[in-house]
């Protein structure tokens, strides 16, 4: 079972939020404007700061599990 602060959430607006899922506080987290590591990396790749394989080296995708 999820521990209670597995479903927690500080919004930008300083709102707490309490979700079901680490999947509902993603889902919040994003429509609220955040951004993933990896996405975030993603625009360094683009602007030249970084490149494709420090992207994958230090992020994760749930995908490749």
Sequence with gaps: ?????DRIAIMK???LLI?????KIKEAAEEDGMSSLRASAAKYVCEGVTSMAELLKVTYSADES
Aim: charged residues 40%; glycine residues 8%.
């Design 1 to 5: 079972a999820e521990a209670l602060s």
């Design 13 to 15: 607006d300083g709102k």
């Design 19 to 23: 979700c079901e899922t680490a999947d």
